[in-house]
C-alpha cells in the first residue's frame, strides 16, 4: 500500500476512540512527520533492501514439496480466508474498508537512544511501525495481492495474499525474525507524546515454507487518555508467495485467531497454487 492522505476508513464509538483503537486520518503533515523521523538512520541490509520496490522478475524453483504455480489476480482472491476460516465471532467488511485502516497509535519517531546499536536498529524499529501503519510488512507485492479484512468488536483482522520475489520476501522473514531482539523495548514521540512500544516473538503453526510471528505492544495518551493497542503478527512463505495476518486492538490477544488463519490460510494458498479448488471451511476448530 503506497503512502498517501489516509482517509477516514471506520467509524468507531466514543468510548472506543478513548480507549485508542484509533482509524488515524493521517494528513499529510502527520505522514511527512513519519517520513522526518526516520530520515538520517540507516536501516540494517535487509531492511534496506526491503524499503525500495521489488522488481518484477521469473519465478525462481520451488522447494521440494512446495507448490509451483504462479499466482494470478483470481488465484489471490480464492486463496483468502472467511470468517468461518478463523476463531471467534469475527464479520467480514467490505474490502474498501480494510484498504483504509489505519491505527493512529502506531505513527511517531522511533528515540534512537533507546538502542545500543543506534542508527541502525531503530531505522529497523521505525520501518516496523512504519509497515504496520501501512499495511506492507513484507515490502511491495511483485505481482498478484489480495486482502480481506475482518472486525469483532474493538479489534481488527487483515489478511493479505500476494506475489513476491523469492529473495525479497526471504529477507523481510529474516528482518522479522531480528525483531524481538532489535526491538525488544522502544520509545517513539508523536506530536509531544511518548508511546512505549515492546516486540516479542509468538509461535505459529509448521506451515509452509518459512514463517515468522510477532506480537506489538504499543502503550500511550491518546488524547489525555492512556490506551494500549496489541496486535499479533504472522507471515508465512510459500514458494515465491505469502500470507499476512495482522490482528488486534485494544480488546488484546488474538493470538488463537491468527494462528487459526495460519493454520488455513497456507493451506488454501498451497491448493490454489497447485491447481485445487480449497477445500470448504471448517465447521468447527481443533
Known amino acids: ?95 474498501t474498508e480494510a484498504e483504509n485502516w489505519h491505527d493512529g497509535l502506531l505513527i511517531g519517531k522511533v528515540d534512537v537512544s533507546d538502542f545500543l546499536s543506534a542508527k541502525t536498529d531503530a531505522a529497523d524499529c521505525q520501518r516496523l511501525m512504519d509497515s504496520l501503519f501501512d499495511d506492507d510488512l513484507l515490502g511491495r507485492p511483485s505481482g498478484a495481492n489480495a486482502l480481506r479484512g475482518f472486525t469483532e468488536g474493538d479489534s481488527r483482522l487483515l489478511y493479505q495474499v500476494a506475489a513476491y520475489d523469492r529473495t525479497d520476501v526471504q529477507d523481510s522473514l529474516d528482518w522479522m525474525a531480528e525483531l524481538p531482539q532489535e526491538c525488544d523495548q522502544f520509545t517513539m514521540t508523536e506530536n509531544g507524546e511518548k508511546r512505549t512500544v515492546q516486540v516479542t516473538e509468538s509461535s505459529l503453526p509448521s506451515v509452509g515454507d518459512a514463517r515468522e510471528g510477532l506480537r506489538v505492544t504499543v502503550r500511550g495518551p491518546v488524547d489525555g487518555t492512556e490506551a494500549t493497542l496489541t496486535l499479533d503478527v504472522a507471515a508465512v512463505r510459500v514458494g515465491d508467495n505469502a500470507i499476512t495476518v495482522t490482528a488486534g486492538g485494544t480488546d488484546g490477544d488474538e493470538d488463537d485467531s491468527v494462528r487459526s488463519a495460519v493454520q488455513l490460510g497456507t493451506q488454501r494458498l498451497q491448493d490454489v497454487l497447485a491447481g485445487k479448488s480449497p477445500a470448504a471451511s471448517p465447521s468447527q476448530f481443533d
Open 1 to 95: 500500500m503506497t503512502r498517501r492522505t489516509v482517509r477516514l476508513a471506520h467509524v468507531l464509538s466514543s468510548t472506543a476512540l478513548a480507549a485508542g483503537a484509533l482509524l488515524a486520518t493521517a494528513a499529510c503533515a502527520q505522514e511527512d512527520g513519519r517520513e522526518a523521523g526516520a530520515a538520517g538512520i540507516s536501516a540494517s541490509p535487509a531492511a534496506a533492501r526491503q524499503q525500495t520496490e521489488s522488481p518484477t522478475g521469473s519465478p525462481t524453483g520451488s522447494p521440494s514439496g512446495s507448490p509451483t504455480g504462479t499466482l494470478t489476480e483470481s488465484g489471490a482472491e480464492t486463496a483468502l480466508i472467511t470468517a468461518a476460516d478463523i476463531e471467534d465471532d469475527w464479520t467480514q467488511v467490505k474490502d
